[in-house]
């Protein structure tokens, strides 16, 4: 009987997460284990393998089963040799041949990517992006990630850094520093992080009542879900920072619709629960830096799969990879 | 024998550019014709085909030693059925059936696409692209044109409208009027017009001693090569002129870097004549805007081919599609 079974497996810096999904995209079982990272993050793979094993046999699969095992992970990622360099976050820091070793073991084949392009795919396949050709994928967390997929294929470039969207130049003078070294990256005004740091910035220059302004005033701590809270609920000086954040995000978004003409720009992330909140307000500065026929034919969407995108997306490697 | 020659068309407003070329890329012979736009644009797809069956026959050759018919367009081209729409500067004012017609006459897989993208192809191919798998071209004349090839293939969006590099917005507040609809468009800024523009604005403010300068103020015409040649010539007035569109282009180039890691953004089209004094100063600025991999991984070339990429292109697409 053919194989109709793929494992994803979405690598995190504290968790593993795995999932066990039919080739028609449906996750059938999911678990997680903690990422131990000791001893120089030298256990995740072998951890990684046994968890497999152990759950194939709970389960009363076959390895013969699986079409193959796909994954998700932090670092720098070699797409051939199923590698990985310099994963700081799981103490990796050298290569670690992590797609090697599980094939080994396990006996199917190994498809890897990096986390972000892995969870755009995943919600290109079963999320927001309803398997069409041409999806990107936008992450608002503690950075601002992404991924690209046009024609059907994810968009690595010439040294595997395609789909950067975090570092989109969005404010070309006078911007933030921003960690790649370059200044007024969307990360920098539109990350968890950036969210407050444009608060702040506007903070300075505004007069009026609002209970969030004079927390920043008072030098109280604020985060990103404070002001997104404080806004949904008519805070003027929230709203403009949310304002403000929108049209960056739109910004960007509008130029990666002038540029690619997806069929959707997916925005997930922790900054993302806003909702529809935050996704009207991009949408709006979305339409105004646009032409018309990307205005028409590309929407912004929110992401659906959350914290399930890694996993979903690490499968759908596997179908894309495997030819 | 198998086939092993190509015919590339280049479809323009002015004239038909032939092209026989090898599978190799070489071009083995190419000549001209008008493009006759009387009668709605009735005569020019007969004589198309006339001017190719007359080639074939003078050349000796038969139609069975080509592998298919390649052609860039303007308007809007339908990639499966080989039609093109609203090509106004060919008097088409409905949908002309390009590649049935050519192909019932020659006997020839016919392929078409818009003549951005095949100019794309064609420096991607035998020209500054090196034929790597990743190549942004930007083209810069009456207007700002471009095509994205990523990871072996055009990118065309949801609706054809992907690789419109003149309409990302460079200049997101208080930007030109763009004829899109849009304001700040790169081609407000970076086209012939656009640098002139750009010179128009900059000489409100500007003082000291500049023949351009003058020359805008005494209210003659001054063209974007005037602009450049007084430029190199040392003018600063030109200078800062050239400097502010490299800026613009830097930035829409450093995030087409950020977002698609190409091997190399070249840069044609008439304003490009500037060369290097041109290049140079764009690089400048793309470095100051793109993220550590993309600044030592992309690099920013000048287009090669001149007006030989629209008939280079149209022949690689019949390698690209014809599978």
């Known amino acids: ?59 009363k699969l076959d390895l013969a089963d699986f079409v193959g095992i796909g994954m998700g992970s932090p670092g720098s990622v070699n797409l051939e040799t199923g590698s990985v360099t310099g994963a700081y976050n799981l103490n990796w820091k ?65 040294s595997n850094a395609g789909g950067e969207i975090g570092h989109i130049v969005v404010v070309p003078e006078n911007g933030f520093e921003c960690t790649c070294g370059s200044k007024g990256c969307l990360e920098t005004v539109a990350s968890a992080t950036g969210v407050v740091r444009v608060a702040r910035q506007l903070a300075e220059e505004w007069e009026g009542n609002s209970a969030i302004h004079q927390q920043i005033d008072d030098g109280e701590q604020v985060t990103s879900k404070d002001i997104f809270v404080a806004a949904e609920a008519g805070d003027t000086f929230a709203l403009s920072v949310v304002d403000k954040v929108s049209f960056y995000l739109g910004l960007a978004c509008g130029n ?50 959350g914290n399930d995108a890694g996993i979903v997306g690490a499968a759908s490697l596997v179908l894309e990879r495997n030819k």
Chains 1, 2 share one sequence.
Request: hydrophobic fraction near 45%; glycine fraction near 14%.
């Open 94 to 158: 050298t290569t670690v041949e992590v797609g090697k070793e599980i094939s080994a073991a396990t006996g199917l084949p190994f498809f890897i990517d990096n986390d972000a392009n892995v969870a755009a795919l995943g919600e290109r396949w079963m999320g927001a992006g309803e398997n069409q050709p041409d999806v990107v994928f936008v992450t608002l967390g503690t950075g601002v990630g992404g991924g690209i997929i046009a024609g059907g294929q994810l968009i690595h470039g010439v």
């Open 1 to 59: 009987m053919a194989a109709t079974k793929i494992i994803g497996i979405d690598l995190g810096g504290t968790t593993v997460k795995f999932g066990i999904l039919t080739t028609a995209g449906e996750i059938q079982d999911q678990w997680a284990i903690e990422t131990n990272i000791l001893d120089d993050g030298s256990h995740i793979v072998p951890d990684i393998i046994a968890s497999i094993l152990h759950r194939v046999e709970l389960y």
């Open 256 to 305: 990666l619709g002038n540029t690619l003409n997806p069929d959707s720009i997916v925005i997930g992330g922790g900054v993302s629960a806003a909702g529809e909140f935050l996704r009207a307000r991009v949408e709006k500065y979305f339409l105004q830096f646009t032409f018309p026929t990307v205005k028409k034919t590309t929407k912004i969407k929110l992401a659906t799969l």
